[in-house]
């Protein structure tokens, strides 16, 4: 089984920053991906950002390309998501989930899901 533990989630003004973290446990294998996904309030969960552990390849949604940054600590066995540049619409519970399977698509089939962590952006 795996567990995965966010932190870091809080309230911060537009233009600021914040940085997500994920604490993986469990066996997962060596060739896993990890993302971070959204929910707001009435909307669909949507995929940030995506990392293939083995390789290091990050995938980004447009709407947080060259803002938000995907990144692995091996040795921690966590996953962290850089926010820069916050948005009123990034506030969300954000996500983080481990995909040990296969899939055609960079956010799609996570099989394990963290609990959240509130994000609050203020204009």
């Known amino acids: 089984q795996v567990q995965l533990v966010e932190s870091g989630g809080g309230s911060v003004q537009a233009g600021g920053s914040l940085r997500l973290s994920c604490a993986v446990s469990?066996?997962?294998?060596?060739?896993?991906?990890m993302g971070w996904f959204r929910q707001d309030l009435g909307k669909e969960r949507e995929g940030v950002a995506a990392?293939?552990?083995?390789?290091?390849?990050?995938y980004y949604a447009d709407s947080v390309k060259a803002r938000f940054t995907i990144s692995q600590d091996n040795a921690k066995r966590t996953v962290y998501l850089q926010m820069n540049s916050v948005k009123p619409e990034d506030t969300a519970m954000y996500y983080c989930?481990?995909?040990?399977?296969?899939?055609?698509?960079?956010?799609?089939?996570?099989?394990?899901w963290g609990q959240g962590t509130q994000v609050t952006v203020s204009s």
């Open positions: 989930a481990a995909r040990t399977r296969y899939s055609v698509t960079w956010f799609g089939d996570y099989n394990y």
């Open positions: 469990g066996d997962t294998g060596s060739n896993y991906y």
């Open positions: 990392i293939h552990i083995r390789s290091g390849i990050p």
